[in-house]
DNA sequence: GTATCGCTCGATACACTGTATCGACAGAGT
DNA sequence: ACTCTGTCGATACAGTGTATCGAGCGATAC
């Protein structure tokens, strides 16, 4: 008697299943309206503090019926990373032809939005990300890097190379993301980093076995993560500049 | 996990506590045999099926038994991605002088032991890993990189480069693990990726907003993961290489 | 040899989590 | 006016991390 809900829904993603129609309620729902709420869960209180019990209460809602909008909680996630990927999609009328620039631009977008969100990083490289916002910034990163001279015309290369690129990106931001939550839990400020480096790093590195990295650790100035993050992005541009064959 | 509230800031990390002394009893324990039951529950089920109850149920004994040997779940975290760590340091005898091997050996490294712990690089890139053998680890990567012409004596650009050449790999390790759980969930084999191409997909490559990600995606060849990733490792390389100044 | 102390163990409890189930109810169709 | 059908959400289940605290035991003191 109960309609069961085609099983092959496990298999449909997200992106191709229909919202239900809207109802007139006492507090109406969407999926707008769903992310929303998740969003601002998420960068008040971190992805720990996304629970579909909450995000239901954010809406004064019952926590089930959000099962109508969404077969499951990691789907609520891949639509909330998918409202991030909104934020990165370059506004095509600022693509210069400069191919470097434009991937400066969208590493540029990509980071803000990621301090915008800090839960983002923790998203990306998960799951597979194919929301329709997520391919527009793909296909973005595809454009500006197949005007590069030495991959127009070479989708293998030009696919080697967005990989590696995105790899960068995944990598560099989770780092650093994580890093910047672990020093606020510990109330580290940026300038006293080696003055509170903790105990047992400091006893680590004095046992001498570790000669490059207490000379990193001793050594001056550090750098802004944002400057940081810049200069690895040089490398991987004079990486992809350097491919030919 | 859930009362995340306690953090315990400033306290020492597990790495600087020593462990409580070993007892005899009906089941005596160890850091060492916690994390090796967690790691082979990891190994199994991936890090989902990694929970206190059931480490404790591996060892039979009960939940709060591993208290005394770790202060959280965080940290028996910590403690597993640190021993997979250990299988990354290079052996000291193959490391050339050639750093451009030297940095293909470790990321080769790295990505076996991916192999081995699917669920490493979830952990890869999260909180900072301060462990012995991460430490080793990162030290290995600097002293290799260390030889590299344009970075000896430059301790600034070698922390740029070593960054970056990190970043890479969390980055593309976790893409990939990522990727090869998805496709294994929905028993999609690699050779048959186009054939078996969500029917979404299709539809949205369709639409022809996406010319570059079509033709990607159309053209012929799939490379397996593994040369997919070296190739990427090259363009870091030669990303570092290019670093002058 | 006995008494005491201190410490470890783990059962129980608490506050959560994601989600399956299913009775009750409301809106549409006849 | 009366079904019928589909939505809603209270309740329930099986799990989670971990705080608490009484019981019991090993080592020490007398």
Redesign the interface.
Known sequence: MTPRQPVDSG???I??RPEPPARRTPHPLSRELIVGAALELADADGL?GVSIRRVAAALEVGPMRLYGYVDTKDELLDLMADAVYAEIVPPAAHLSPDWRAGLRLIAGLTRRAALRHEWF??LL????H?G?HA??A??AR??VL?TVPNLTGR??A????A??F???????L??EL??R??DR???RSEEQWRDAM????R??LDEG?????A??VV?G?H?TPGA?FE??L??????????VS
Chains 1, 2 share one sequence.
């Open positions: 298999s449909t993603p992106w191709a720990e990083p923790e490289g998960g799951r597979p194919l329709p391919l527009t793909l296909e595809l454009s197949s989708p293998a030009l696919r080697r190379a990989a590696a995105h790899a960068y990106l995944v990598g560099a989770r780092t994580a890093e939550q672990a839990v510990e109330g903790s105990p047992y790093l006893q680590v076995r570790h000669p490059h990295l000379e990193l050594e100035e750098p940081e200069a690895g040089e490398i991987v541009l004079d990486g992809i500049a350097a491919q």
